[in-house]
């Protein structure tokens, strides 16, 4: 067990001297670096941000359905804490992208909210995730609350194809700028910083998601001492 | 326009960045035809980053406060329990 952590503590250091490294380089090349898109302006550079972060948001809605399937098959409480990182991390980077999307839209589309189908959806799954934590929050005990919401999680996740597949299905507004055809694709420059920025938010979010397990084990910990402390030795499945 | 000078710091990234053909650039004749256009899209833009980095910044001081505090509370149990 100190071996894992200790492997766990190494990723960490690690983790966070390549964020220090790359977030700087990631705002030198958005601002200085990548050229301006032509209709646009300037607006589009929140590109760089939004997109990597509505990839972490699905990351973080998949960590949450795998490992909620992984515990209502094995029961090991670690895969419910794995669930509840991913979750509160999808809440997160969901935020940002509902928050950066209609700064975005105001300029560009002339409205800050449309009824469109990516950004409804998106903010169904926003909704989803954060019923899931209210719900385990008001849950009788901690196997109640990792039922609970390992099932709204696996229902939740199915809202990730609709919201990827919302644009070609209903033919929304949405830009397709991963999928764009006929001379409306990416500059190449564009499409090198957006790589850039897609590694910064994907090692942030595995650095956060590090941290948010380490919460949760400690979390256990407490709670298992004070059940040592109240009424003798903790049950086995809670140590 | 001259390609922005890449300081010597940034070097790899610049070779990266050099083989690319970039469609338009926020020119300074461009931004001379239209400040107010380009002041516009700047205020909106600044206040996207400055919403990403206060979320980010919020959560991650929210999770090292929790941290820290179990860890005073496993602590202080454990030298309860003796």
Request: net charge positive.
């Amino acid at each position: 067990m100190p071996a894992r952590r200790g492997i766990l503590d190494l990723a960490q250091t690690i983790l966070f001297a390549l964020i220090l490294v790359l977030v700087p380089i990631c705002l030198y090349v958005i601002f200085a670096v990548v050229p301006t898109e032509s209709r646009m302006g300037v607006i589009q550079r929140i590109f760089y941000f939004h997109v990597p972060s509505a990839i972490c948001a699905f990351l973080g809605v998949g960590v949450c359905a795998v490992a909620s399937a992984l515990y209502l098959w094995k029961r090991d409480r670690r895969f419910d804490i794995l669930a509840h990182a991913g979750a509160e991390l999808a809440v997160v980077f969901c935020s940002i992208v509902l928050i950066s999307g209609p700064i975005w839209a105001r300029p560009v589309w002339g409205v800050w909210w449309t009824g469109e189908a990516r950004l409804t959806s998106t903010l169904v799954l926003w909704l989803i995730f954060v019923g899931y934590l209210v719900l385990r929050g008001s849950a009788d005990n901690p196997d109640q609350a990792a039922r609970w919401g390992a099932v709204v999680a696996i229902v939740g996740a199915l809202d990730v194809p609709i919201i990827y597949k919302s644009v070609a299905w209903w033919r929304g507004l949405h830009p397709r700028v991963l999928k764009a055809t006929g001379g409306q694709g990416l500059d190449p420059t564009m499409e090198r910083t957006l790589m850039l920025c897609m590694l910064t938010f994907v090692l942030l979010f595995t650095y956060l998601v590090i941290q948010r397990w380490r919460l949760g084990r400690l979390q256990d910990e407490v709670q298992a001492l004070l059940h040592t402390a109240r009424r003798g030795p903790a049950p086995a499945a809670r140590a | 326009m001259t390609p922005v000078d890449l300081p010597a710091f940034y070097g790899p990234l610049a070779l990266l960045m050099q083989s690319s053909e970039p469609i338009t650039r926020f020119t300074a004749e461009a931004a001379a035809a239209q400040p107010a256009a380009i002041a516009r899209g700047f205020r909106f833009l600044i206040a996207a980053y400055s919403a990403v980095w206060a979320i980010l910044a919020i959560y991650m001081v929210s999770i090292s406060m929790r941290l820290r505090r179990l860890s005073n509370q496993v602590r202080r149990l454990k030298e309860q329990a003796g």
